[in-house]
């Protein structure tokens, strides 16, 4: 059986988690956060790449909900 590739989401979706969503490891559970002071100084770089994302795309970056 041959299958041709195929796109799992349309464009639309596509451009809305990629460039209007901010995921990083510090935005889920708080029992699946980093430990250790190497993970915790991730933290700004994350949040200060989205902030500039947010200023570039010229669109509020929003945090993914339960």
């Known amino acids: 059986m ?3 590739p195929q ?3 349309d464009v639309e ?4 988690v990629n460039e209007h969503r901010r995921f990083s ?8 956060r980093p430990l250790g002071n190497i993970n ?3 933290n700004d770089p994350y949040r200060h790449s989205a902030k500039f ?3 570039y ?3 509020p970056i929003h945090e993914p909900g339960a």
């Open 2 to 4: 041959t299958v041709d």
């Open 7 to 9: 796109d799992s989401w």
């Open 13 to 16: 979706r596509v451009e809305t």
């Open 25 to 32: 490891v510090w935005t889920g559970l708080a029992a699946h």
């Open 40 to 42: 915790r100084a991730r």
């Open 53 to 55: 994302r947010e200023r």
């Open 57 to 59: 795309n010229g669109c």
